[in-house]
């Protein structure tokens, strides 16, 4: 799911060389602009986390120990920090006199350290800043069970380094362990081996052996407990969500053995999912080991569960290959897309996931129409050197990247796509990735100069073109069909939207949005109670369009999901719709007001621009 990410690069910094053992032969290093680390020269390689995380005081406070192997013999080690207090630094077990540059905007200060050609350790004392923006600390009322604070990370893009002193940038691994010093009482987790239960000292150690980059740190802390579902995975949550959430996710286990039956072995141990309180601004989060998750995929009937098969399929296509940098984005979520589809294809058949595909083509024509066709950002190689990468955090590198997958499967055919596929993950496991290398990998091991199927694909005009080329992949998923013909009178039929999923829904919804007056939104209300259904993607159109209609009896339930709900991709075009609309203004104000302390800092940064 998009994680919002802001920067804005000026300082070129090479990352680790992408090209991978014996792949292809291209070496062109791909240039990080997001990190002020030198980590591509100096091997940063394991990191020692030793913390104290106060709930009271809203801040995390204790060491960051890397090992290094200087090689190049360098007397500069440079790591990413944002809006962090430095109190001392230690090389090896000797204080060292450390400088920091002066913080840019976006991208923090370069934490300088002075190290020798044999320097192993380096050791930093350290307190995260109020502004810390991977970090959310909610208040005992922001939570589900409203009696305890709780406090979630999101360090992707860049924002690890506001928690951590880091090399920051999704080219550069390491592994780790840490020992977490919670409140008494409260649970911690990480996206590392992890505990089950509360011990009564509250301190918890955590060991991630698989090397990950620093936007897959991740952290949770508060009234936490955990339920199985299997021997390999399982959810924790809040006491009063754990039992509906672990209901919604039974499905799991046989959803990583889905996963694994495509794509080769699942490589990371345990696949547990959190389900976080509601103020998490986005669907999901894929910290190895450990999905971050929004509590809004608790739909009552397991039909929202594809975010899961989408944040565990990044357990290979982000976690285990790794984009290299911010440009090369749609590496890592349109091939997570496609492999959500088709781990939904398995389990639930191809009528199902054509639906999921057809959704997934109908945002990106909305997309592409609302960004211009001719926008530089509707690339799937995109530029945000010099630029904020927010932009560059739409549904392009989700939708056009899948589709451009999926058209090449129809073009060789699904065994041999799969074939490419699982070599492509195991040749370049915990590797990055850059979206030049991927072409020339594709071109040597699937396309092998076949000057006709390029010619079918197209590839320039996918990667490096605007706008949705001609070729694009369309679907006619029957269960649609059977839609249009169920309503074709108005209002429909009781006995039709019986067997309909919340995809059959949306799509019914989706047609009618704008065409609805407040008669039929009355007719459809009493007939459906649309108004009070749990189910958020269902209620989001719902208010959207009751928006448009001004129909005024669901603005309540409206405000209600308002208050509670945090997700960004609900929040905004809600409040958008209302600020558009004169009449309005004055709501969205009122509302934003009453409930903006229970959003992100990251939902609020971009709303605040909005309600105003
Ligand atoms: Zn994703």
């Known amino acids: 799911m998009p994680a919002l990410c802001v920067a804005l690069g000026f300082s070129g910094c090479n990352l680790r060389n992408s090209s991978s053992a014996g792949a292809t032969n291209v070496t ?98 350290y307190k995260t800043g109020k502004k810390a923006r991977a970090l959310q600390w909610l208040d005992p009322e922001q939570t589900h069970d409203k009696k305890y604070p709780f406090l979630f990370t999101q360090s992707e893009s860049i924002y690890a380094r506001s928690w951590i002193p880091c090399p920051d940038g999704p080219g550069i691994r390491f592994t780790y362990d840490a020992r977490v010093k919670a ?51 399982g959810v924790y949550a809040e006491p009063g969500m754990i039992q509906s959430a672990r209901w919604e996710l039974a499905d799991m286990g046989k959803m990583v053995n889905t996963a694994e039956h495509l794509y080769g072995p699942y490589r990371w141990g345990r696949y547990d999912v959190i389900v976080l309180p509601p103020s998490f601004p986005i669907g999901g989060m894929e910290n190895p080991r450990l999905t971050f998750s929004t509590p809004t995929i608790m739909a009552g009937d ?67 129409r609302d960004m211009k066709d001719t ?30 997958l999926r058209l090449i499967e129809n073009n060789v055919g699904r065994a041999r796509f799969d074939t490419f596929l699982n070599r492509y993950f195991n040749e370049h496991a915990f590797k990055t990735m850059t979206t030049a290398h991927f072409l020339a ?41 059977r839609v249009d013909s169920e309503t074709a009178v108005f209002p429909v039929a009781k006995e039709s939207v019986k067997g309909w999923s919340t995809h059959e829904w949306l799509y019914f919804l989706h047609k009618i949005t704008g065409h609805t007056d ?47 709900v945090g997700r960004r991709k609900f929040l905004e ?16 104000r009122r509302i934003y007001a009453a409930y903006r302390k229970n959003y992100h800092p990251l939902a609020q940064e971009s709303l605040d621009k909005m309600v105003k």
């Not at 090689?71 to 001392?88: K, V």
């Not at 008494?184 to 301190?203: C, F, H, R, T």
């Not at 209300?525 to 001004?550: C, P, R, V």
């Not at 075009?573 to 969205?588: H, I, S, V």
Request: aromatic share 10%; hydrophobic share 40%; glycine share 6%.
């Open 28 to 125: 062109t290093p791909a240039k990080d602009h997001h990190t002020l680390s030198n980590a591509d020269s100096i091997a940063v390689t394991h990191l020692w986390l030793d913390i104290a995380v106060s709930l009271d005081q809203k801040n995390i406070t204790g060491s960051a120990t890397w090992t290094i192997s200087n090689t190049s013999g360098l007397s500069d080690l440079r790591l990413d920090t944002w809006d962090l207090t430095i109190d001392s630094v230690q090389v090896d077990g000797v204080k060292a006199v450390f400088r920091m540059d002066a913080a840019d905007k976006y991208l923090g200060s370069a934490l300088h350290i002075p190290i020798a050609a044999a320097s192993a350790k380096v050791q930093i004392w």
């Open 183 to 233: 409140p008494a009482g409260m649970l911690a987790l990480m996206s590392a081996e992890n505990p089950q239960v509360k011990n009564d000292s509250a301190i918890y150690h955590f060991r991630m052996e698989q090397p990950i980059p620093a936007y897959l740190m991740a952290l949770a802390v508060g009234d936490i407990v955990f339920d199985a579902v299997d021997a390999r995975t």
């Open 302 to 368: 397991r039909s929202l569960v594809s975010l899961i098969a989408h944040e565990l399929a990044h357990s290979w296509s982000g976690n285990l290959v790794t984009n290299a940098t911010w440009n090369d984005f749609w590496l890592n979520e349109g091939f997570t897309n496609y492999f959500e589809r088709r781990i939904m294809e398995s389990m639930e058949g191809s009528g199902y996931s054509d639906m999921l595909w057809n959704e997934g083509y109908e945002i990106l024509v909305d997309a592409v």
């Open 375 to 404: 926008s530089r950002d509707t690339k799937l190689s995109i530029e945000l050197n010099g630029r904020d990468p927010d932009d560059g955090f739409s549904d392009i590198p989700y939708e056009k990247g899948s589709l451009f």
């Open 441 to 481: 990998y594709l071109d040597s091991n699937l396309i092998k100069g076949d000057t006709a199927l390029q010619r079918k694909l197209d590839i320039k005009a996918w990667v490096y073109g605007t706008g949705i080329p001609a070729n694009c992949p369309k679907f006619n998923p029957v269960r649609l069909r």
């Open 518 to 564: 407040k008669e039929q939104m009355k007719k459809l209300d009493e007939m459906y109670h649309l108004t009070l259904t749990g189910n958020s993607e269902i209620a989001f159109d719902w208010f959207m369009m009751a928006l448009k209609a001004h129909y005024e009896p669901a603005y309540g339930k409206m405000e209600e999901f308002l208050s509670h």
């Open 573 to 588: 075009p809600l409040y958008k719709e209302m600020m558009d609309t004169p009449g309005d203004q004055d709501m969205a």
